[in-house]
């Protein structure tokens, strides 16, 4: 089998199977479905995947990694603790931006499927207590220097989670009870993260 025409065509059941799981979620999401979008037969989606539980994982696991990774990734980890922080919600909500069904999806799956929940508990173990390590020893060096008041990383993350998700959980209110024109609701989203990091910044004064 040509390698380049194997991953392409793995690459596009992935593709066009996120989609599909993001607008339908797991249970609607067929993979005679996936196959037929993709251009494939069902058989070539089961020889990449197995099944759709697996396909479903692999995607769910990556989208997972995603959405919390940004709590890691910082540009120049020489610059100020603020600015460090303000890089990270930004990088969070931009990611939610870009992926406005995630939470949906994420929330959704964990919440109504215990054993997903777990696996995926078990897969993505180690990035919290790298995130909560990290951030913990910031913390401690700025609540040490009086620059920020004390707090814990899971309260800070917890924050920083609730501003930013919220706000792409409630577009589904914001469309049925305000006259939003594409163009007012991508302004607003963008006013809101310059909002949240202020609101988180503030916070954190002591």
Do not use: W
Request: some cysteine; hydrophobic content about 40%; proline content about 4%.
């Amino acid at each position: 089998m040509d390698i380049n025409k194997d991953q392409n065509t793995e690459q596009a059941i992935l593709e066009v199977a996120e989609k599909l799981f993001l607008d339908k979620g797991f249970a609607m999401t067929t993979t005679t479905e996936i196959a037929k979008a993709v251009g494939c037969n069902q058989a070539l989606v089961h020889y990449y995947f197995r099944t759709k539980e697996k396909l479903f994982t692999t995607i769910f696991e990556h989208k997972a990694k995603l959405f919390i990774s940004q709590f890691i990734k910082v540009s120049d980890e020489n610059i100020p603790f603020m600015d460090k922080l303000k890089q990270k919600v930004e990088a969070h909500f931009d990611l939610l931006k870009e992926n406005p069904k995630l939470p949906f999806l994420l929330f959704n799956e964990l919440t109504t499927n215990p054993e997903r929940a777990k696996s995926i508990k078990e897969a993505l173990s180690y990035i919290p207590k790298t995130i909560f390590t990290k951030l913990n020893e910031e913390l401690k060096v700025e609540i040490e220097n009086g620059r920020i008041r004390p707090i814990s990383a899971f309260d800070l993350v917890y924050t920083i989670v609730s501003l930013n998700v919220m706000l792409f959980i409630a577009k589904p209110i914001f469309d049925a009870v305000l006259d939003f024109s594409p163009q007012d609701y991508s302004d607003f989203i963008e006013r809101r993260k310059h909002e949240n990091v202020k609101i988180i910044i503030e916070s954190l004064k002591p």
